[in-house]
């Protein structure tokens, strides 16, 4: 069992939580998920690092409340405790040798990007960060970007906070403008991802995306995380768990990815349906 440390709303529906997991916090770096269960008849759900705490041996974990499992997660408190949390899992974010390096952040992708941010800052690195949310009650992290980056810029889709428009209005106008990037990473909605991608690539900038499908073992054995990409001209087949979550941009299926992505939408909003309900009854 593993304890609830801290727990933060930080908008309506995102929450953090601190958990007390010593040997993953020892070990976890930027870029890496861990495979939680809340309960013991509870689903496994992988959610990526936000930060890690080695003193109190804790590590941050940031979630979107979209489906039952997250929305039982949401419902714990300080002091509560979960009863899975295995880590760390996936390959780390390769950032040896970035000396200039824009983060592109979308939605709850901002806290996978946020502790990659602060990596790079600390090794030196000038980072310049974009994060995007579809309004100013969504915004999420804004001072943790701003203490790690040489320029910060806010979107927002309705113009409600910051600057209106997408990320890739920013990006484009940067690389338009000259600005020169030894890598962009990006990581939120696979759409605007696959948009970041092609904003980037008529001027052949390296781009790393963070994919996050649908996993089961975390191990590669279920193959539910596989992934098509397209190297050199030739279809290869890769798995999130181990070989990612970070892949070369230009070479990943976003319409396969996305097709994949949706196949439980259907089931995942019924059952989230049912919990709600469940914990409406039991408060009564």
């Known amino acids: ?28 770096l930027p870029g890496q998920f861990i495979i939680l269960r809340v309960d013991e008849q509870g689903e496994r759900i992988p959610l990526t690092v936000a930060g890690v705490d ?25 002091g509560d405790y ?23 952040g979308g939605g709850v992708g901002c806290a996978i990007a946020m502790p990659i941010a ?33 320029t910060l810029r806010v979107m927002t889709d309705d113009g409600s906070y910051g ?12 690389l338009e403008s000259g600005e020169k990037f030894d890598m962009i990473i990006t990581i939120g909605p ?11 690539k008529p001027f052949g900038t390296p781009v790393t995306v963070s994919m996050n499908p649908i996993m089961i073992d975390g191990t590669g054995m279920c193959g539910g995380c596989r992934l098509t990409l397209n190297v050199d001209g030739k279809k290869v087949t890769k798995f999130a768990c181990v070989d990612g979550p970070d892949f070369n941009g230009y070479e990943v299926d976003f319409d396969e990815a996305m097709s994949r992505g949706r196949m439980y939408s259907g089931f995942e909003r019924h059952k989230h349906e049912q919990t709600c309900n469940l914990f409406k009854k039991e408060v009564e």
């Open 118 to 150: 602060q990596a790079l800052h600390e090794m030196g690195a000038e980072v310049t960060s974009i994060i995007g949310f579809r309004n100013k009650d969504l915004l999420i992290l804004e001072d943790e970007f701003k203490a790690c980056s040489k």
């Open 1 to 28: 069992m593993y304890k609830i440390l801290q727990k933060k709303v930080l908008n309506p529906t995102v929450v953090q939580l601190q958990i007390e997991a010593p040997l993953v916090a020892n070990k976890a």
């Open 163 to 174: 600057e209106h428009g997408n990320v890739t209005i920013p990006l484009k106008q940067m």
């Open 54 to 78: 080695k003193e109190k041996g804790a590590v941050k974990i940031i979630f979107q409340i979209v489906g039952s499992t997250t929305q039982k997660l949401s419902y714990k408190e300080e």
């Open 190 to 200: 696979l759409i605007m991802m696959k948009f970041v991608v092609a904003t980037a």
């Open 82 to 104: 979960i009863q899975d949390f295995v880590g760390p899992l996936g390959v780390a974010t390769h950032l040896n040798g970035l000396k200039k390096v824009c983060i592109v």
